[in-house]
C-alpha cells in the first residue's frame, strides 16, 4: 500500500491489515487473517489492539513504557 511520506504509520494499519491476502497452510478451509501481529511500539494503542481482536487477530505489540528487551525484534 501506498500513502503520503507525512502519514504516521499507525493510521495505515487497519487498512494493511484488510487487504491481507488468504493466508495459506493447513488443507481445509483457509484462513483469511493471520493468527497474530507483531508490531514495535508506535502501533500501541488500545483502539488498533481492540479492532485486531475484532477480526480474530492477536495483537503482540511493544508496550510503550516497558523496558526494551521483549524480544519482538526476535520474531519480526
Not at 483502539?47 to 519482538?72: M, Q, T
Amino acid at each position: 500500500m501506498l500513502s503520503g511520506g507525512n502519514r504516521h504509520d499507525v493510521t495505515q494499519l487497519l487498512p494493511l491489515v484488510d487487504a491481507f491476502p488468504i493466508v495459506r497452510g493447513i488443507r481445509g478451509r483457509p484462513r483469511l487473517r493471520p493468527r497474530y501481529l507483531y508490531a514495535d511500539r508506535s502501533y500501541d494503542y488500545d483502539v488498533y489492539r481492540r479492532a485486531l481482536r475484532e477480526r480474530g487477530i492477536v495483537p503482540r505489540l511493544a508496550r510503550r513504557g516497558v523496558a526494551h528487551g521483549s524480544g519482538l525484534g526476535r520474531t519480526r
